[in-house]
């Protein structure tokens, strides 16, 4: 990999991490759970259900089991709602957050309740929310405008341009003023929530998917970000395909199936765009493990 200095920062000038396409099959629940006693996990995605739908059922056991693990949701996940159709875009994410709230407390098998906080980190404030029966889980949203909103800071893939382009964002919902954010800010906002969390395990999406052309560019760029974020870290990186397995066979067993369905349909009812398709029905009969790599200095 080449890397260059960019306004004082080490950037990477290629693809953070290579990884084999080779598929892996999800362990079963019950290795699951025996194999994260000891870990404790932070997950990075795009939208507030990447993690139902491409890194389950991977993530049930840790939340199953009460263990430590804290899921960052970078996007409001927005999309082009009230672009689209008559529909209020920030009740609609509101929607979402309250669906993967809902989600998670029925895998933890506690009640749907919840303590929030809002954390200052820098640039990019978060807010946290925890479980408040099983306070080892932990859900933060960032709030940047989602890759398919037309009015994300004049135009679409706000995320992507911020990585890229070193663009200055706003975010789309969070707590007011919303000052300009950009690539550094996220990153050091990252960095900050995984030296207050001191994961072991750190689960993201495929950064460099084997067509560039089949996943949501959120997908992409949110794994660099979390894998950049993580340099320097010693931390086994773990990363999960998105899109681009729906064409893949179907790897879960029938009971893995069924659990996985039962979450996310928790999560569909807050949904309105969850609509059923064959493409959801795919998602949710898979989960393909791209080869773990660990991270380090």
């Known amino acids: 990999m080449k890397w260059v200095k960019a306004a004082g920062a080490v950037v990477c000038a290629l693809v953070l991490v290579v990884f084999t396409v080779c598929p892996v099959l999800p362990w079963t629940m019950g290795q699951v759970v025996a194999a994260e006693r000891a870990d404790r996990f932070v997950q990075v995605v795009a939208h507030a259900d990447d ?8 993530l049930f056991g840790a939340v199953a089991g009460g263990r430590v693990t804290t899921t960052i949701y970078l996007t409001a996940g927005e999309g082009p709602t009230g ?7 920030r009740a609609y994410v509101r929607d979402r957050q309250e669906g993967i709230k809902a989600a998670y407390a029925y895998l933890a098998g506690v009640p749907n309740v919840w303590r929030s906080r809002v954390l200052s980190l820098g640039r990019l404030p978060v807010r946290v929310d925890t479980l408040a029966a099983s306070p080892r889980i932990r859900l933060v949203f960032a709030g940047l405008p989602d890759g398919g909103d037309p009015r994300a800071d004049g135009g679409h893939d706000a995320l992507a341009r911020m990585w890229a382009r070193d663009a200055c964002v706003r975010r789309f919902t969070g707590p007011c003023p919303h ?11 990252l960095r900050a929530l995984y030296q207050r ?11 460099n998917p ?32 998105g899109y681009t397995m729906t064409g893949w066979p179907s790897n879960l067993d029938w009971r893995a199936r069924r659990l996985k369905e039962a979450a996310f349909q928790v999560y569909r009812r807050h949904d309105y765009r969850a609509e059923s398709g064959p493409r959801y029905a795919a998602w949710l009969k898979r989960m393909y493990l791209v080869r773990p790599g660990v991270f380090g200095p």
């Open 51 to 58: 993690d139902l739908l491409f890194m389950s059922p991977d």
């Open 83 to 89: 672009v689209e159709d008559d529909r209020d875009p």
């Open 179 to 189: 000052p300009c954010v950009r690539r550094q800010d996220v990153l050091d906002t």
């Open 197 to 207: 969390y001191r994961p072991t395990v750190l689960r993201t999406l495929d950064p």
């Open 210 to 241: 084997p067509d560039w052309h089949g996943d949501h560019t959120d997908h992409t760029t949110s794994a660099k970000f979390a894998a950049e974020a993580a340099r320097g870290m010693k931390l086994k990186l773990l990363a999960y395909r």
